[in-house]
């Protein structure tokens, strides 16, 4: 190979590494994106969760205050239902925006589900709150002893043995998907860091490969002219001589 396309060799191979390198990095960049949308679509919806847990018992303990107090808490009440309604709300908004953030169908597909139990909790709140209404319309009838009971069956069982243990599921399947997110984040990473590795020795070892034939192609014509040159200054002094 001429001294011509060895240079030549050793820019192409700079140039291809250099590339492979600004791949890398756009594609770690690229992943780093994902997964960060990806754990803060989990993180609101997990959030939403905590909220509407807290919310849900301050709803159930302003029922007992009403039916107990009668109309003075009864715009306490209305707050923790309004809450409630704003809590789902925000639930919703915060499942599809953690939807949004999933890349192929079968990853949308496998979420989907969070949508439906949304609707479900949404739906069993509701049939609570018609009770929680029901018992109340019992108390003022003067019925108190009945709205109590109602108030015990229909609500309070309903919260503390279907709509909480609906909100623990969830809440635990966000922890779950937030720990398999990272364990993601730490495959790759070390994916990252191998590929980085085994490219920047691939690079060394080319690099110096060529550098050395390069080297060799460059000294080692210097070095037969300057032997030439000796020779022929040898052969003039032992003319003169």
């Not at 396309?5 to 050793?10: G, M, P, S, Y």
């Not at 623990?168 to 922890?175: P, S, W, Y």
Request: some cysteine; charged content about 25%; aromatic content about 6%.
């Amino acid at each position: 190979m001429s001294l011509r396309w060895r240079i030549l060799a050793l820019e192409i191979a700079s140039l291809v590494f250099i590339l492979a390198m600004i791949a890398l990095m756009a594609g770690a960049l690229r992943l780093s994106d994902h997964f960060a949308g990806r754990v803060d679509g989990v993180h609101k919806r997990f959030e939403a969760l905590a909220d509407l847990d807290g919310r849900a018992n301050n709803y159930g303990e302003q029922v007992a205050s009403t039916l107990l107090l009668g109309r003075a808490k009864m715009a306490d009440l209305q707050t923790a239902r309004l809450d409630m309604e704003k809590v789902f709300a925000r639930l919703n908004q915060a499942t599809r925006d953690e939807i949004a953030t999933l890349g192929g169908l079968s990853e949308v597909q496998a979420e989907l589900p969070e949508v439906e139990e949304n609707r479900r909790m949404l739906e069993l709140y509701h049939g609570i709150d018609v009770n929680a209404t029901r018992a109340l319309a019992l108390q003022r009838d003067g019925r108190q002893v009945e709205g109590i009971a109602l108030f015990s069956r229909d609500v309070a069982f309903r919260l503390a043995n279907e709509l909480q243990p609906q909100i623990d599921r969830a809440l635990q399947d966000e922890r779950a998907e937030v720990a398999d997110q990272l364990d993601a984040i730490a495959t790759w990473q070390a994916r990252l860091w191998a590929g980085g590795a085994v490219l920047a020795v691939a690079a060394l070892a080319c690099l110096i490969s060529l550098g050395y034939l390069l080297r060799r192609s460059i000294v080692r014509p210097l070095g037969e002219i300057a032997t030439a040159a000796e020779k022929l200054a040898a052969g003039d002094y032992a003319q003169r001589l």
